[in-house]
T-cell receptor, first 111, second 114 residues
């Protein structure tokens, strides 16, 4: 079983601060996804990364896939209260296999 | 609104009850999934259906019984559950089972087993 770890588990910051959350594994993934889940809702896909070293930007969010495709990071610039939620990473061990989810980082951005 | 709806949103049941969770997708997708999300565990994939056929069962106890009568509807029948089965049950759908097929999640059913 592939195991994904996410850190930190909880993060509480003030509006306007920058932050980075991490997703790590000892195994290689063919692709990795990041989701955000708000209270009372299901996860919503933010991005999929498939190439080692790949960097994708989504407005104030920057996603990076590690060169060895074992880890990923999500950086948020100038966080806003609307960024509050549970950030989940999910990795696919091989093409066509189902994604395995990490436990998530719960982010709280205070106004 | 993701195009995937789940009912009921909240359910409280006793260990001897029988209940069913319903999921409906309005996206024209061919694959549907059931996940379990517990408070201190990662999201766990339970079942996968593709074109109404079950293609994956991740060692889920038989007290959970899925049903997919057509590609738009997915049910999870529950009977003789245990308190540790209390969790958020999420349904998802995707166009297919390929790597590039995004999964769209419903809002979930919060289940409490007394």
């Amino acid at each position: 079983t592939q195991l994904l770890e996410q850190s930190p588990q909880f993060l509480s910051i003030q509006e306007g601060e920058n932050l980075t959350v991490y997703c790590n594994s000892s195994s290689v993934f063919s692709s990795l996804q990041w989701y955000r889940q708000e209270p009372g809702e299901g996860p919503v896909l933010l991005v999929t990364v498939v190439t080692g070293g790949e960097v994708k930007k989504l407005k104030r969010l920057t996603f990076q896939f590690g060169d060895a495709r074992k880890d990923s990071s999500l950086h948020i610039t100038a966080a806003q209260p609307g960024d509050t939620g549970l950030y989940l990473c999910a990795g696919a061990p091989n093409y066509g296999q189902n994604f395995v989810f990490g436990p998530g980082t719960r982010l709280s951005v205070l106004p | 609104e993701t195009g995937v709806t789940q009912t009921p949103r909240h359910l409280v049941m006793g260990m001897t009850n029988k209940k069913s969770l319903k999921c409906e997708q309005h996206l024209g997708h061919n694959a549907m999934y059931w996940y379990k999300q517990s408070a201190k565990k990662p999201l766990e994939l339970m079942f996968v259906y593709s074109l109404e056929e079950r293609v994956e069962n991740n060692s889920v106890p038989s007290r959970f019984s899925p049903e997919c009568p057509n590609s738009s509807h997915l049910f999870l029948h529950l009977h003789t559950l245990q308190p540790e089965d209390s969790a958020l049950y999420l349904c998802a759908s995707s166009l297919g089972l390929g790597l590039g097929d995004t999964q769209y999640f419903g809002p979930g059913t919060r289940l409490t087993v007394l």
